[in-house]
């Protein structure tokens, strides 16, 4: 498979919900160590989040990553020292994002990782981070965000777009009660 049938299949695979994997933590403390080598100095904080740092949560097998710099930073010169990492921003398939720059990771035609850049501190900052706080706080809520995901990845299994805003109304939720 070369380089661009592979980014092609991990952009387009299929939806995955699996069993957690206590590998995910060492998988992300790893990445923010090569995130933070290839760029030094620029991230105010980088966070697990998303699914993989829920401990006993179902999740697609992607690790997601939040960085947070500072308001007059542009990341539109992230994506060289990223590319030694592997990643390739989204422009490479996706202008559809406003409200951060995201780049993926991948290998052998899945999607491995992804990083999330947005100001620190700003207000999607605050409401991912509620979220995750939120479902490592109460393992019931955890729970009912699992069973919507299976449900969600079974209906929606090639149609991103579909599964990612059926989440949409639960995440906003508890991000707001939290």
Known sequence: MNEQSSLNSAV??????RDYNPVWPTLFENERKAIQSVLPDVFEDIQHIGSTAVPGL????????L??????????????????????????????????????????GRRT????VLVF???EWRRRIAFH??????????????KLKIELAQR???DRAAYTHGKSEFVLRVASEA
């Open 156 to 158: 929606h299994r090639h």
């Open 67 to 108: 960085g947070g710099i500072e308001a007059h930073q542009n990341p539109d010169q992230f994506p060289v020292p990223l590319s030694r990492l592997g990643y390739v921003p989204a422009t490479a398939f996706s202008n559809t994002i406003t409200d951060h720059t995201w780049f993926m990771r991948w290998s052998a």
């Open 58 to 65: 179902r999740a697609k097998p992607i690790i997601d990553i």
């Open 113 to 116: 990782h992804q990083l999330h």
């Open 12 to 17: 387009n695979e299929p939806i995955e919900v």
């Open 121 to 123: 501190g700003s207000i």
């Open 133 to 146: 706080d939120a479902l490592r706080s109460k393992p019931g809520l955890a729970e009912e965000y699992s």
